[in-house]
């Protein structure tokens, strides 16, 4: 037997090597990688030419002037390789107006021949200004964003990167969404639109060029019109200085709105980021103001930012909102109405 157990070894000794590894099984494959991410962003706003206890209408997602907790963001995502997934939920004051149940986002994607197909909720593409504070100069938001641009869409969307930095995209979805208290905007919890929309994007970055065009057209829930908006902006950057022109167009019947935004950007050392913006916006039906027979409105925002570390900073903001007519109320019992306001904002913001 002992005989038997040498003979045996030393044939096993003998087979070359390569053979013996053919027969090992194969090592397993590295898990896929989760990367998770966060946001805390917080904020104190003032009035400067109005009572503390009004609120400006023209500013997204506005709280009471003070102390506020703007939003507390959470995020996983795992690249398509060949399959993946991104999760992002939001709590605080701007989750009500940009997450369904606290979800901004929630798909699942895949890699399909020359790209990749996001299925499920995302964050629309149109405008050039983010939900997240801190990816964008200015702490607030202007008034393209507020009056003019989509919310979220639940759909799916197929991104094809072309090379060369060049980028294209399509989607469709079931229309506009736009959460409000936790409720998706159709007629009712549930019930879809008999239409979709669909939307077709182009995106560029270069070393100092970049830009984007988006157009998108369908029907809302129990609308009679179609729903059109026509966006795009074009970035140039030289040396420190960031600049974006960027204009949007939308229609639906008699509700037509057109804005424009100029932005800049100027670093000061490592540490400050200097930033202003113009912005205009044209509502000739009074369906975005609801100004009677139509009006416009403007704003002239300026900020500077102090980078606290990798992944933190703090903001000082100064902005100030005219409208064509009396727009603003003074104070609660509005006696008092004026055509502009003056507001000024503290903000920190931290992530990681």
Do not use: C
């Amino acid at each position: 037997m002992n005989t038997l157990r040498t003979l045996s070894l030393a044939a096993l000794l003998a087979v070359p090597p390569a053979v013996r590894a053919e027969e090992a099984p194969e090592p397993r494959e590295e898990a896929p990688k989760v990367v998770f991410s966060g946001l805390v962003d917080a904020y104190y706003t003032a009035n400067l030419t109005q009572s503390q206890e009004m609120v400006n209408p023209l500013r997204s997602y506005e709280g009471p002037t003070g102390f506020n907790l703007n939003w507390a963001k959470l995020a996983a995502t795992m690249d398509a390789d060949p399959v993946g997934f991104r999760i992002d939920l939001g709590f605080g004051p701007e989750s009500f107006d940009t997450t369904d149940t606290f979800v901004l986002q929630a798909y699942a994607s895949a890699k399909l021949g020359p790209g990749v197909l996001d299925f499920g909720l995302f964050t629309t593409s149109a405008g050039v200004e983010l939900f997240e504070s801190n990816l964008n100069w200015l702490y607030s938001r202007g008034l393209i964003y507020e009056f003019i641009a989509p919310t979220t869409h639940q759909g799916a969307r197929y991104t094809v990167d072309m090379g060369e930095g060049l980028t294209l995209q399509a989607s469709l979805t079931n229309g506009w969404e736009s959460p409000d208290a936790y409720e998706i905007d159709r007629p009712s919890r549930g019930e879809l639109s008999p239409y979709k929309t669909g939307s077709l994007s182009a995106f560029y970055a270069g070393d100092a060029l970049s830009g984007a065009v988006n157009a998108y057209f369908g029907k809302q829930p129990g609308a009679d019109d179609l729903r059109v908006l026509l966006d795009g902006n074009v970035g140039f950057t030289a040396g420190a200085l960031e600049t974006n022109l960027s204009a949007a167009y939308r229609v639906e019947g008699d509700d037509k709105r057109l804005g424009v935004n100029l932005s800049a950007r100027y670093a000061v050392g490592e540490l400050y980021r200097v930033a202003g913006r113009f912005e205009l916006l044209d509502d000739a039906t009074a369906a975005a103001l609801g100004i009677p027979d139509g009006g416009s409105a403007w704003n002239l925002t300026a900020g500077v930012t102090r980078l606290l570390g990798r992944s933190a900073e703090m903001r000082v903001e100064a902005r100030y909102d005219q409208v064509s007519e009396d727009y603003f109320f003074k104070t609660p019992s509005e006696a008092e109405i004026a055509d502009g306001a003056l507001t000024a904002t503290f903000a920190m913001l931290a992530w990681f």
